[in-house]
């Protein structure tokens, strides 16, 4: 019932968007080329430093998921950065990052045999409770898989994505969706002490399945895929084609995806066009939609470009799924989205390099990714963690600027690129010195 109620509040708000959304957009008039190949290197390197300066300043990840996700990201830009000869400082920056996700991995998997940290419900909010696990295991999948097929990472990365995997699979949903986090069975007593729950509303929790959480959980799945092996390979394939069949049964008619799957009021919202290019990039990349549904998602994205910074949750993470949705693509649909976005995320860096949200609330429900202090304050540790975030997304696409530069967008062609293969563009590392902030 719960779920109901929050698919009628989240619906009857974002569905509002249709009326009203063109009278609140405030964004700049659309550009009409992408950055130049010097431009988007100039400002990859900037946004590598402050990235660099950023990710060892992250604070402990103590009730949040938001350190060890960043770390995941930003190990990605790390990874692509390096170049086809994967030296030099960038490397080790990943391997840091590394390091602290598998640390991160095997803490989660201690809690999430632990029936008393997961919460009774979607949305729960507690200071003793697992939260919103479900889209970091998914990026760590991507990470890890990632400097694997590079031959930077070993064994140890492959076993993280193994165990990382096999926890998406033990908190799939039975509809094939995933929601936050791990919920505890049915029936499981609450033995928390009282008073450290705050109280949510009836009605207000989260629905069970949220489709951006299921997208990034799809992805990491994907890049997970050719490491599960054994008995493991069973309940594996079962739970990607769960997946499959959940985002495409949430699709709407016209291509748009709802905030859950239950939601079918929802084709002028606005703020689904990052979901759709997430949906994209995962059913691309697990090979399972059928032509039909992909045509009309990849219709309505084509349509709504201007659409993917902005969103219901966090717009820089739509810049990165939208990123992996249009490299998947290629041809027209590639160039379209870097005359579209790329200019906005160049247009929006400061001068210490970092990348601010290029979300300009074009629409009713849209939530910016903030981290900017006010005219007459400092940054705290909280903005600068936040600016740490929204750079490591924003920067993605400015390093995805070859068809080989994610091995893992490649199946059956991750292994790094031998002596005869065709060099990525020139990377910011190949042509500026690193900067040292580690």
Same mark, same amino acid.
């Given at each position: ?137 998914? +990026? @760590? ?5 990632? %400097? !694997? *097929?590079?031959?930077? $990472?070993? &064994?140890?990365?492959? =076993?993280? /994505? ?59 799945? +994907? @890049? ?5 092996? %054994? !008995? *493991?390979?069973?309940? $594996?394939? &079962?739970?990607?084609? =769960?997946? /499959? ?60 470009? @201007? ?5 219901? %949750? ?10 992996? =949705? ?113």
């Amino acid at each position: 019932m719960r779920s109901v109620a929050a698919r009628w509040l989240i619906g009857a708000s974002l569905g509002f968007v249709g009326a009203v959304g063109p009278a609140l957009r405030t964004g700049t008039a659309a550009p009409s080329a992408a950055p130049t190949p010097a431009v988007r290197r100039a400002a990859a390197a900037k946004a590598l430093a402050s990235l660099a300066r950023g990710v060892p300043r992250l604070p402990d990840a103590s009730g949040t998921p938001r350190t060890p996700f960043t770390r995941c990201i930003a190990g990605l830009d790390f990874l692509l950065a390096a170049g086809p000869t994967a030296t030099g400082a960038e490397v080790e920056r990943a391997r840091r990052c590394r390091d602290d996700v598998l640390a991160w991995i095997d803490a989660t998997a201690t809690r999430v045999a632990d029936l008393d940290a997961r919460p009774a419900r979607p949305g729960l909010f507690s200071s003793d409770k697992l939260i919103q696990t479900t889209w970091v295991l998914g +990026a @760590a999948c991507l990470f890890l898989a990632e %400097g !694997k *097929a590079r031959g930077v $990472f070993g &064994a140890e990365a492959v =076993a993280g /994505v193994r165990r990382a995997a096999a926890l998406l699979v033990d908190v799939q949903a039975r509809d094939g969706g995933f929601g936050h986090h791990a919920l505890a069975p049915t029936g499981t007593p609450d033995r928390r002490p009282p008073g450290l729950a705050l109280p949510t509303a009836a009605g207000l929790a989260y629905p069970l399945t949220l489709i951006s959480c299921t997208n990034v959980a799809a992805i990491g799945l +994907a @890049a997970a895929r050719p490491y599960v092996t %054994g !008995k *493991a390979a069973a309940p $594996f394939e &079962a739970a990607v084609a =769960a997946v /499959v069949a959940h985002l495409e049964k949430a699709r709407l008619d016209n291509g748009n995806v709802p905030y859950d799957a239950g939601q079918r009021s929802a084709g002028a919202d606005r703020t689904g066009a990052g979901r759709v290019a997430g949906s994209v990039a995962a059913l691309r990349m697990l090979g399972g939609a059928s032509a039909r549904g992909l045509r009309a998602s990849e219709a309505y994205l084509d349509a709504h470009l @201007a659409d993917v910074p902005e969103g219901h %949750g966090s717009p820089a993470l739509n810049v990165f799924l939208g990123a992996l =949705a249009a490299r998947l693509r290629g041809g027209a649909a590639l160039a379209a989205w870097d005359a579209e976005v790329l200019p906005r995320v160049v247009a929006r860096q400061r001068d210490d390099g970092s990348l601010a949200c290029v979300c300009t609330q074009a629409a009713f429900g849209v939530t910016c990714d903030s981290g900017d202090p006010g005219a007459l304050t400092t940054v705290s540790p909280t903005d600068e963690a936040q600016r740490t975030y929204v750079t490591a997304l924003l920067l993605f696409p400015l390093l995805l600027d070859a068809d080989d530069r994610l091995r893992v967008l490649r199946p059956g062609k991750g292994a790094p690129a031998g002596a005869g293969a065709a060099a990525p563009a020139t990377t910011p590392s190949e042509r500026a010195p690193a900067t040292e902030g580690d």
